[in-house]
């Protein structure tokens, strides 16, 4: 089956848009919302009801009636119906209706519909009430306001009085406040337009009539001389009355009119004979109208929700540009709906194709036609495209595919055998125009393919083997490519198979292609279709299809547990049974699941059959049954679950369990045990606390065995055993309580187990249930301390002691450098103490050093939290004098002490934050080899002197250019004197000697200087 050129009828011809606008100009126009469309004068009832009456107690309990329709913007609130309110997603309609209570009061209410008016949401409360001189507000009208908000016309009524009409406006559309005063009096069913100029014109009912009022204010009107529409002769649909009506303005500025006729003749529900149909007029000023013939709705059949009477038609156009009509329909005066119906399209475009070795493409037709007809017994199908109207100049394509079977080179096939446009004329004639057929000539260039499977049906995870033929039954040589690809039914791609790319045939050649797998895998089960399409530059120029199914896989596996395993008489068996489907390309719908206990003997002598949900693949389902021993013989009894699909076995699983006899002295004893608390955290304990009582009658039991059992229920292995012992007499009752740590055991649900041995006879007594949850924990946080500041050469001391944890947990700590300066050594293995919480390092060039630190608590690594540090070159010291003499009297008092560095940043860790004042507390260090050979050292502070506190800009090479910074420092010469005496006064030294002194500020120290001591002559 070859694809051929695509066959496209396309609406261009000049002369047939001509034909189409001449024929759809109507003197016809209108709007209470204008209109982009023009609805057609046929008009189809929908089936159901739209609104209907309300629930007990509601404000429209006895019917829904007389309404109003517009259209709202997205991000308009709406009320939900719980009362609370949000606001619109998009664009929607909300209706204004009457309804009626209990007690026949008429309030306006409101509904809102997202679908085109289809399905309606009513909103809690009241829109609009009665008001003290009122029984009846309802017949809504409501119309946009220039400076924002609406405005609603009612029609007021009391019980025997005369009909007005009131007002009321609101800012949202919720909201409503009555206006003071009546618009009109003596007036009926108010419908209100705007007119071009921006005045306001409302068409009323009085005596029967439709006449009208203008107001420029929409407060005070004034009544218009005349009737807009009479009601019509003797005998006429609408002799009795014309009202209920509503006005639309269609796109040339004409007005249409729907209105309620009554005629007098037909028996109706409604009071006044009112409702036989709804007619229509049209006016090209809104003041002289002509009723159009013919009926737009009529009288429903007896037994619709229309057959007592039909009211109140408002008109909506739709967003596809068709029309729906609401309207009243009555069938008693408690049961009132609102109904609807839609507009017929005008015109009709229908295309007959003949069906012959033709196929129609569904899916590419570029505008969707109204209908699809198969006529088989003729061999044609038929296609219509509805609308209701052309404009000037409206171009519409409707190109469409068709497939062609077996084409022969080189001919011409008929495709398109009629294609004919339908419309009523400005006279009301039908008129008929044929386009003429349509062929397509089918190219010289063919590929027959055909593609099969080895198998038409196949298992999960099974190989597919594909095999492929291609026949070029062109004249010419052709190169294309294959593409082999699986969907599924409705067409969707599961897989690309295979590429097949590059194929050369030449004329009349043909090639196989075999072996080629693919594995169903867990496709889901099926029914599927492998398809080849042949690819020839860009564009298909053939395919073939061979169907084939996945089966299901139906398996499944199943356990039964008993919670004990032995029982007493008249005690409760809890038989817990799993389902776990093992299928991995289907669910499993409908198990059932039998589960059934028997005796010794084989004899059942319990059974329940479950009905289990449907079984995704691998899910899993649990479920409990309850047996109870009765007075069942003692012995070894069976519990077996059946699981089954449709009467297919899945899956059998059984478990024993036993009865004991009522003879044996284990039999005596009866107990209970609580775990509290019930679940706790891996590695905290709990609290079993456990009875046991000598039920038997006189029967001492003087050694009893207690064990407390902690069972995985998975696996059935008790992994945990706590013993305790006592003696019983008669009736008596023995308590005991262990504190259990459940430290080594993971999280999950464990089955405690209570069991008492009495003479070598195992029983068990009570068993529930503990849940061990995963500790929680939280990640801790790293602290690596603020900033610091070093001297290249002297160790930095880093603090990480502010980490935490918020579990408390002990943290372990990983320091490691993340930069370092340029042709820096430093790395991680320069750290001292690299593991604590306070390592230190000894930085080797100036620079930023950043380091990073991450504490873990065991289980979670903290976040990276990094620290700087800020490493300057020192300043160089210089000591004065460089001789110093020891001799007391004469000479400075002072030793002068000078730091200096080019650079103002090596004194940052002495000065304020404007890095020139100095702040810190400085130390000369002294150190020097004594008359014995032993090293001496001692402090002297800085003195206290009237000197510059600042540090000074000098000129240190004597150029006339500033280039050095300093700060000069002053010692007491005495002190460092008495440094060198011995607690005697005696010097410490007989020979010139090397003084070594270091300058220390702020406990940094800065740097040393050599300096010569000589003592006076008498001790050299």
Partial sequence: MTKALPGKVVLLSLSLITVLFVALVFPVGAAHRDMDNIPSDTWVKESGFRIGPGGSGSSDVNGAQTQDVMRFPAGTPVLNPDGTITLAPTDFIRMYYGGINSASLHRILSAVSFDEGLTWTKEPGIRVSVIADEDIAYHPSVVPLAGGGFRMYIESLQSGGQGRIRSA?????????RDSGDRLTNALDPEVIELPGGDLRMYFVRGRDILSAVSNDGISWTEEPGVRIAKGPPGALDAVGVSHHYVIRLPDGQLLMYYTAADGVTPLVHANGQGRAILSAVSGDGLNWVKETGIRIDLGSSGSLDAGGLLQPAVLQLSDGSFRMFYQGIISPSQRFILSAQAVPKIRLIDTISTSNIDLDSTSFSKQPASITNDAANNKTIIEWQYDSFSIGQIEDISFDVILKNPIPGEDRLVNHKLELLYTDVNGNPVRTELGPQSVHVLASAFTTSIFTDKTEY????????????????????TIDAVLEIKDTKGNLVTTVKNLTGLSFVSGETKSFQGIIWNTGSTPAGNYTVQTRLIEAGAQVGEAKSDFKISPDKSATSKIVSDKTSYSSNETVTLTSTVTSQSINSTITKPTAKVSVTDPNGSAVFSETKNLPDLLPSARYEFKSFANTGINPSGSYTATLEVRQTGEMLSVSSTSFTILSSLDQAKALSGTIIVDPGTIFEKETTTLTYTIQNTGNDIDLPAIQIEILIVDPDTGISLRTMTDETSLNGREVFQGSIIFDSTGLVSKSYLVVLQGITAGIIQTLASTGLIINPIPNNAPMADAGPDQSGLAG???????TKSSDPDGDVLSFIWHFVSVPQGSLISDSSFLNAAGPAPSFTPDIDGIYTIGLIVNDGLLPSQQDLVSVFVNPAPEVDIHPETINLKSN??????????????LSSFSF???????????SFTLENSYIDKNGNQATFTVPQDNYTGDDYVMLSDSDANGIDDTYQITLKFNRDLIISGFKDQNGKLKITKPTDLISTIIGNGIRIGSDTNLVISPPEVQ
């Fill in 794 to 800: 002297q160790q930095v001391n880093l603090d990480g």
């Fill in 169 to 177: 406006t609101s800012s949202d559309g919720l909201n409503w406040s």
């Fill in 459 to 478: 298992i999960a995870n099974e190989n597919a083997q594909i095999g492929l033929s291609i026949t070029n039954l062109s004249e010419f040589g052709r």
């Fill in 910 to 920: 002495f000065t304020a934050t404007d890095g020139v004042t100095v702040t810190a």
């Fill in 890 to 903: 004469g000479g400075s008092k002072s030793i002068t002490g000078i730091l200096s560095s080019p650079i």
